[in-house]
């Protein structure tokens, strides 16, 4: 029998070719590990990761084979997510944000199919996701920015960085100007796939998508984010100022960003759920670690080992509950996101997204404080083991919505049937 991997630990039934796909990831592993203290302590992404990630044929991971990928799915990214968060949840989490962009291509896609375009703009929609997905299949890293600093109260997130017509020798395009508060790998990637809202629109139907390459003029990074979470993500942000960008590099199809999110099972955005892949693969990392230190070390006038003490034994069974709810939560939405036929609709699916992303979150920084105080001051370095999983889990109880938020919608929706926007246009 194979040696099992470390996906095997989230996805453990993986069909064949899943798990072809799941060697891949194993393979970077050592590397992602080796890097991950100094990435964190100097808060930058090791730009070596793209090279290595590049040539492994990983950022083509969820693209169709059709498209030059490695035809992968959620399985397979939330597998490598999680896989990649007990290396360096740094690194997992730029490698996400990556492959959401392929929800850029795949869902107009299936809208088309599903017939939601008039059959004049089929062949622009077409186009612009082949497009997207091919490039991803080839090697080029995405970042996908979408998240800004401008809130909403009826959304999640708010757009209000706007495109407005232009020509530029002649040729058709557009004039992007904003800034996005949020998105990993901000000065790393190769190109920046921006969500912006049409000038002189003022619904979610005049969102639409470009293709900004990272020098282009005009484009420039946000000061370092300081902060607690992911530190070697790369996740400051950009500004555009008058950045140009050709007609054939955007989707400016009214109502396509509406219409392509239809398609999603669950989080109206895709792949949204690989995310707390991340926190849970860090979990497990930290889980691991602190057996092993509490195992091995002992105490000096008994000789016994630290872990028998009844004050871990207690903190260890606390941790271990914790861990075991976070991937229940996280493979019973995996099971509702990716069953065929589907276990439950569109509504249900979302509104149980709304609960699990909160409470995979909660867990996972459960798993945390457990492993901190079961280390003692030995352990409570910043840089550590420890320090580092405490604060990189933190990060998932506020990235993209608390968990008190999660609730909240998931009653609105259970007592008055609606859903709450994820995507809103805000005029400036």
């Known amino acids: 029998m194979a040696d099992p991997l470390t996906g095997e630990r989230l996805v453990d039934d993986m069909t064949e070719a899943e798990r072809d796909r799941a060697q891949r990831v194993e393979a970077v592993l050592p590397a992602l590990r080796a890097a991950a203290a100094k990435a964190d302590a100097a808060g930058e992404f090791p730009a070596g990761h793209v090279d290595l990630l590049r040539e492994a044929g990983l950022l083509g991971l969820v693209v169709p084979t059709e498209y030059g990928g490695l035809g992968g799915g959620l399985r397979d990214l939330a597998a490598a997510t999680f896989a990649m968060g007990t290396a360096c949840p740094s690194t997992a989490l730029a490698f996400f944000f990556h492959n959401t962009s392929a929800s850029r291509g795949l869902l107009p896609l299936e809208?088309?199919?599903?017939?939601l375009f008039d059959e004049a703009d089929v062949p622009t929609v077409r186009a612009f996701a082949e497009l997207v997905l091919r490039r991803m299949a080839g090697g080029t890293w995405l970042a996908n920015f979408a998240s800004e600093s401008v809130k909403s109260a009826s959304a999640n997130i708010a757009i209000s960085t706007t495109a407005r017509p232009a020509q530029r020798d002649g040729v058709d395009g557009w004039l992007i100007s904003g800034e996005k508060s949020f998105g990993c790998a901000t000065g790393v990637a190769d190109t920046y796939l921006v969500t912006a809202r049409v000038d002189g629109t003022d619904t979610a139907a005049g969102l639409a998508l470009f293709l900004v390459p990272r020098t282009a003029e005009g484009v420039a990074s946000r000061p370092s984010w300081d902060g607690l979470g992911m530190r070697g993500s790369a996740n400051h942000g950009i500004v555009l100022t008058d950045v140009w960008v050709p007609a054939t590099e955007a989707l400016t199809v009214p109502g396509a960003f509406v219409k392509m999110l239809q398609c999603s099972r669950g989080s109206f955005v895709g792949n949204q759920l690989a995310i707390t892949a991340v926190y849970v693969g860090c979990a497990q990392g930290v889980y691991d670690e602190t057996l092993s230190r509490l195992t091995a070390k002992t105490f000096a006038d008994t000789g016994r080992p630290i872990a028998e003490s009844p004050m871990h034994q207690v903190i260890i069974g606390d941790m271990t509950e914790n861990l075991e709810t976070a991937y229940l939560w996280l493979r019973r939405q995996l099971l509702l996101e990716t069953s065929e036929p589907p276990l439950a609709s569109k509504s249900d699916v979302y509104r149980q997204w709304r609960l699990a992303k909160g409470s995979i979150c909660e867990a996972a920084f459960a798993v945390a404080v457990g492993a901190f105080k079961a280390s003692g001051t030995s352990g409570a370095t910043l840089h550590g083991t420890m320090g580092r999983a405490l604060r990189d889990l933190a990060m998932g109880l506020v990235m993209t919505f608390p968990p008190e938020r999660g609730r909240l919608e998931?009653?609105?929706?259970?007592?008055?049937?609606?859903?709450?926007?994820?995507?809103?246009?805000?005029?400036k």
């Open 410 to 427: 998931a009653a609105s929706m259970v007592t008055a049937d609606r859903s709450n926007e994820l995507f809103a246009s805000v005029p």
């Open 111 to 115: 809208a088309v199919e599903a017939g």
